[in-house]
């Protein structure tokens, strides 16, 4: 076998990037061994796709001549596109499917408990093994040692929702034998849509120095209960421009345009409705215009957490714990004896009810003094 075959730069059925032959001598002055094959499997959900980037310098710094393929979800790829770290990005499909019966990897890290993933994860070859997989009953076992505690997790309440201190990156750190130390989430954020936020701001008349913040008032169908309530919102909104002069722009997807639409019709101060339709990355682009983002936790959190902007973030049905601001903002959590609970509705919503504007409010002050924006 050729040893250009092995070049990272080598696209199999068609010229390399250099547009270069493959000499027969093996002379090809752009050769560079893939070195390490790793795979990560980690499917979804989107902001759990971006939480889990920050192992990516590190297994580059681990295995300094590594190649890293990445299989995600069709709707993950846009936050892991253009990464520095991924040298070959995959979504799910039935081709990769059989692409990973046939090639063979070093490393592969299977950080996803769902049955596509773990089901990949049994078939794909790898010299080492990491995570989960999904074993011959049809049940999910550790593929290590260290990956039992983060299973034992996800099946006792008492030891996530209670007895758990750590963050999701120390957690998934140990499991993959990384260590301690974790650094930030890896996000590539093109010029363009940094442009297109710039556009936007200056079409609202954001060009006067003021703090802008942002209100991500949603948080998706599958877990209404980390919705906060819309009169929160209206009242926070009222006291974040006549208190502080912010600029407040709304923020959210397509599930929010009539949620928005009240909050803008009844704020006694002008609001900036954002609009509710547009791509991932349009909405990084409005997210970097902002110097402060109050959201529950969903994709907006890990978003804003990505782009190292300050946060003001509310918990009350998921595990506080588990989320790193890294010192960029406060988490307030319901006082509720029922919280967390991970259900996806619920009648009271009594958790959220706890959080009030006014601490909201105060968590903006705090955050905003201690870096210097008032």
């Known amino acids: 076998m ?36 790793i795979l990560i499997i980690k499917l979804a959900a989107i902001g759990d796709v971006l ?17 890293i393929t990445w299989l995600t979800d069709k709707s993950s790829v846009a936050i892991l596109e253009e990464n520095p770290y991924i040298d070959r990005l995959l979504t799910t499909n039935y081709e990769n499917a059989l ?20 089901s990949l994860a049994s078939l794909a070859k790898a010299k080492t093994k990491l995570g989960f ?18 299973l034992q997790l996800g099946v006792s309440d008492e030891l996530k929702f209670r007895r758990n201190q750590k963050t999701y990156q ?31 701001a200056k079409q609202w008349g954001i060009n006067n120095g003021r703090v802008i913040i942002g209100l991500n008032t949603g948080a998706g169908k599958r877990f209404a209960t980390k919705r906060w309530e819309i009169g929160g919102f209206i009242e926070l909104a009222d006291r ?12 959210g997807g397509p599930e929010e345009v009539e949620r928005n639409k009240e909050i803008s019709s009844k704020t006694r101060h002008p609001v900036i409705d954002s609009g509710c339709n547009h791509s991932i990355k349009e909405f990084m682009g409005l997210l970097n215009q902002c110097h402060l983002i109050i959201t529950g936790d969903t994709l907006a959190l890990h978003l804003a957490i990505a782009l ?16 790193d601001l890294y010192g960029r903002g406060k ?4 006082n509720a004896d029922c919280a967390p609970c991970y259900r996806g509705d619920c009648n009271t919503m009594i958790c959220m009810k706890n959080i009030t504007s006014n601490d909201v409010f105060n968590a903006c002050k705090e955050v905003l003094s201690t870096h210097n924006l008032l």
């Open 2 to 37: 050729l040893k250009e075959f092995d070049c990272r730069f080598f696209a199999s059925e068609k010229p390399c990037k250099f547009k270069l032959d493959c000499p027969i001598d093996n002379t090809c002055q752009k050769y560079q061994s893939m070195g390490t094959r």
């Open 51 to 67: 939480r889990t980037t920050p192992i990516l310098p590190v297994l580059r710094e681990k295995y300094p001549q590594s190649y």
């Open 99 to 118: 692409r990973l019966q046939v090639e063979e990897f070093d490393i592969l890290i299977c950080l996803d408990k769902d049955t596509v993933a773990s």
């Open 133 to 150: 997989a999904l074993a011959k009953n049809g049940l999910l076992y550790a593929l290590n040692k260290e990956a039992e505690h983060l």
């Open 170 to 200: 120390q957690l998934m750190f140990e499991a993959l034998r990384l260590g301690e130390k974790y650094g930030e989430y890896v996000i590539n954020l093109p010029q363009k849509y940094i442009s297109y936020g710039k556009h936007l």
């Open 240 to 251: 974040l421009s006549k208190d502080l002069k912010a600029h407040v722009v709304l923020l």
């Open 308 to 323: 190292r902007k300050l946060v003001i973030t509310f918990f009350g049905s998921t595990c506080h714990q588990e989320i």
């Open 331 to 334: 988490k307030l959590v319901a």
